[in-house]
């Protein structure tokens, strides 16, 4: 920036004050630098709260889930991790016992009602390493579209969230599609915003990694239109009085491949056609490509919810579901992928229906990776899926 | 939500405390409701802090800009605003000095390095009330694009934002187009999240008040590929070391012009072309209009700075400058809007250049608002400004 602007900036500077609201703020960035990534990949927070008795760290970067940071001399708290391999870490502050978020980093996600701080270790040296795929980088990037469809089933409109890979405006081509479902309490946003879905694709297309291919996130809750404040429902709380759904949403799926169809440059056959989800999406995917056996030729369920209470679905032991998922089987999908972390609580369920596939010897890929029910399992089980689609 | 879901979200429901990031939170949601809209319009504000000494609400909701809370039996702080307006507002807490955000509203906007929270006040008597206007209602709704395109000029890919009409993708027919400019310090997101143009104009388009039009928000930081965290730069502090450009974005605009052209379906026109910008852009509306007379019909000034300091831009009262704006209202554009807020520290500055155009004539609109250099204003400048467009 030029002295000129930095002058100016300082001049019309407000102060984080409640005069930040009398005009427009142009600085206000605080005095401290958090977190801070140090060379060795060790991470520094820091927070400024003079009056604060106790201030501890908590997040999935540190040993117990938590740390109790130390005052320095100028106010400071301050605590530094061990050195971190490269991943997305996610944090929060816990001041006096009151959870908050830190005022010197400006990156934050929402997960249902909890928003907590974000930062990302790279890693030099392996351009494959999780953190590095989910950076912006300096590559062709696709586009990310918010749009809006009519259901007829449901009888509303509702939000989706379509990625369209590098070049697409231009090429006239068709690609194959992608629909990649969000759990229970997510939205349309979530594979966006915490799956770094759009810096994941952009990435492992433009290394060759994956093929170029469009992604549709819907939103997989049956009777909401949109995301936490996105919808006519208002700035509510998320995830609380969900409105009752004509139908499920697995009922209403075909109409999503029909507007997406209808809508966009798609090769709309079975080979060019994959739909995978995590948690509940996982139970979507599951009882949509059982209903549509000649629509989706991979399929993937990451931590599903094979049997997901709640919704009008077939038990998975009951015999019309079962010969369903002997029908899918007997039209030999390409690829029916499970994957599923050593700690999951829906490990049970998982081995269940495993073993109703093996009981009919239906071809499967399956990982098994360390942790639980969480967001960096279901990016690493999408940096594994992409490759394998499309071939 | 159904019983057995609620069952199902209970047992899985991780604690407000590091077991958060151990299994995916599907609950967490504050123990107290804030903000709450009374009856009567007035707001409750709400935090559990049990340890703090002092609390503060600061928003522009508030008569000095802040007020004490008051801690209640149940360790609640607590404080009730006088009835409000209907319009959007914005308020952080102060917890023994330290700024933090509302844990129970998860409803946020960041303006550079700060994050507050938002709500908003609606009128069910008024549905021209300001409030009324930024809330998402049930009514056909545009779709909001994230899309990169590259600029030969610039040698970069830049980010934009693009809204489309409700209809858009089906209706076959083009569009006149408003082009909408941000101000220092803001990005390509500032316009459809502090400026609420989406919810602005799919309210006044459904409303018969603007007509259907495509708008388009670009990255206005002509060394900048994109928003903070949305370009190869990383996570970094926003609006800190700014790269420097190969040209202005001034110069740069008609590459944007062209993009828009090509690849959506525009009236590609001077009479179907808008331009407005707040602040900086304000200055940028200035200087694009006045060097392609022939593009725009409709130009906006929101508060604007006409002269900004940093950017290759002829000074306003050198020759060459005044001929090139005679020859703009020479050409007799539609409308040349200028809006600004009695407190506005831009006054002198736009004073300055309405004596310019009162020397030789030149017709404009000039409306003078109460208040500053926020955000308030610019939403209802651009609320005032829509309907006088493409007519």
Redesign the interface.
């Known amino acids: 920036?030029?002295k000129?602007?930095c002058?100016?900036?300082a001049i019309?500077a407000a102060s984080?004050?409640?005069?930040?609201?009398?005009?427009?703020?142009?600085?206000?960035?605080?005095n401290v630098a958090s977190p801070e990534i140090n060379a060795d990949k060790s991470v520094t927070f820091r927070?400024?709260?003079?009056?604060?008795?106790s201030v501890l760290v908590?997040?999935?970067c540190?040993e117990?889930?938590?740390a109790q940071m130390t005052m320095t001399a100028d106010s400071v708290w301050q605590f530094t991790t061990a050195p971190l391999q490269s991943e997305l870490y996610?944090y929060n502050y816990v001041?006096?016992?009151?959870?908050?978020?830190d005022?010197a980093?400006?990156?934050?996600n929402?997960?249902?009602?909890?928003?907590?701080n974000?930062?990302?270790v790279g890693d030099a040296a392996d351009s494959k390493a999780s953190g590095n795929r989910y950076?912006?980088?300096?590559v062709?990037?696709?586009?990310?579209?918010?749009?809006?469809y009519d259901s007829k089933k449901m009888g509303m409109?509702r939000?989706m969230t379509v990625y369209t890979p590098?070049g697409y405006?231009?090429s006239g081509q068709n690609y194959p599609v992608l629909y990649l479902l969000h759990?229970?309490?997510g939205d349309e946003n979530a594979w966006s915003e915490l799956g770094r879905a759009v810096q994941i694709l952009d990435n492992m297309i433009a290394a060759g990694e994956a093929e170029p291919m469009i992604v549709v996130m819907p939103n997989g809750n049956a009777g909401l239109e949109?995301a936490?404040?996105?919808?006519?429902l208002?700035?509510v709380?998320?995830?609380?009085?969900?409105p009752?759904a004509k139908a499920s949403f697995a009922e209403h799926f075909p109409e999503i491949v029909e507007y997406v169809d209808n809508?966009y440059r798609t090769k709309a056959e079975k080979k060019s056609r994959a739909i995978a989800g995590l948690?509940m999406g996982g139970g979507h995917s599951f009882e949509i490509s059982k209903n549509n056996p000649d629509t989706f030729d991979y399929v993937g369920l990451f931590s599903a919810a094979v049997r997901m209470?709640?919704e009008k679905r077939a038990d998975m032991k009951d015999a019309k579901t079962i010969e369903d998922i002997k029908t899918l089987f007997a039209k030999q999908p390409k690829l029916y992928y499970i994957a599923i972390g050593k700690d999951d609580?829906l490990m049970p369920l998982n081995n269940e229906y495993r073993a109703i596939l093996d009981s009919f010897g239906a071809p499967y890929l399956y990982i098994e990776s360390d942790g639980?029910?969480?967001?960096r399992n279901w990016r690493n089980y999408l940096t594994d899926f992409l490759p394998r689609l499309f071939k």
Do not use: C
């Open positions: 920036m030029n000129t602007l002058t100016a900036i019309i984080l004050t409640a005069e930040s609201y009398a005009q427009q703020a142009l600085g206000s960035h605080a927070l400024l709260a003079p009056q604060a008795k908590i997040g999935d540190l117990n889930g938590y996610m001041v006096d016992g009151m959870k908050t978020t005022p980093n400006v990156y934050q929402r997960d249902i009602a909890n928003i907590f974000i930062f990302i950076m912006v980088k300096d062709p990037h696709g586009s990310v579209h918010k749009v809006w409109h939000r590098a405006e231009t759990g229970m309490g949109a936490p404040g996105e919808s006519s208002g700035m709380q998320p995830f609380v009085n969900l009752e809508n948690s209470p709640g609580f639980g029910h969480i967001w």
